[in-house]
């Protein structure tokens, strides 16, 4: 199934100049490290957060995370569905975060999308497309060797399948660990 959309839009994911994905587990420090990347940017930086922040864990979470890239030269952008839409500067960096909330915001949603794998891809060409660097954080939510429900196991599916697109078609792929990135596809 993804190899039908991978050859489809094949012509429009090379229009941006560099793609990054950065994988990891949870607390790794692959923020931080798509943040320094982005800094090395000399593009206008756009945060573009995808969590929603229900309760107030959620609210402290989304303050935390605002009050750790105070100074750093981000515009923050909301959206946790769509971001193919998002009105941004050609030329600009963007780092998207994250895949996993983006997933789950689309699967969960009272009106879920048909093909989230399709919708989902689709946003990241378009919002590709109009970028000059692109950097997306995915998360590490393979290799806990659970078992889960078939609803879980099909997020699961889900975000494997964007990620392996994404992974193929970027110029740089990071696995962040214990705070140490390690390189493990480059483009040139």
């Known amino acids: 199934q993804c190899n039908i959309w991978r050859n489809r ?23 931080s490290f798509g943040e320094e990347l982005a800094q090395k940017s000399n593009s206008k930086l756009y945060y573009l957060a995808t969590m929603i922040p229900y309760g107030d864990e959620g609210k402290r979470r989304v303050e935390r995370h605002l009050k750790l890239r105070k100074g750093k030269g981000f515009e923050t952008i909301e959206e946790y569905m769509d971001i193919g839409n998002i009105d941004i500067p050609y030329g600009s960096c963007v780092l998207l975060e994250d895949l996993p909330n983006l997933v789950a915001n689309n699967m969960f949603t009272k009106n879920p999308q048909k093909d989230i794998n399709m919708f989902i891809v689709n946003g990241i060409v378009q919002l590709y497309n109009k970028v000059e660097n692109m950097i997306i954080i995915t998360g590490d939510v393979f290799s806990d060797g ?8 099909k997020y699961i599916r889900i975000l494997a399948s964007i990620n392996n697109a994404v992974a193929e078609k970027a110029d740089r792929v990071y696995e962040v660990v214990c705070g140490i990135d390690i390189l493990l596809k480059r483009e040139e």
């Open 146 to 153: 659970e078992k889960y429900d078939s609803l879980t196991n």
């Open 9 to 31: 839009n094949e012509a429009l994911w090379k229009v941006g100049i560099m793609l990054t994905l950065i994988i990891g587990g949870s607390g790794s420090g692959k923020s």
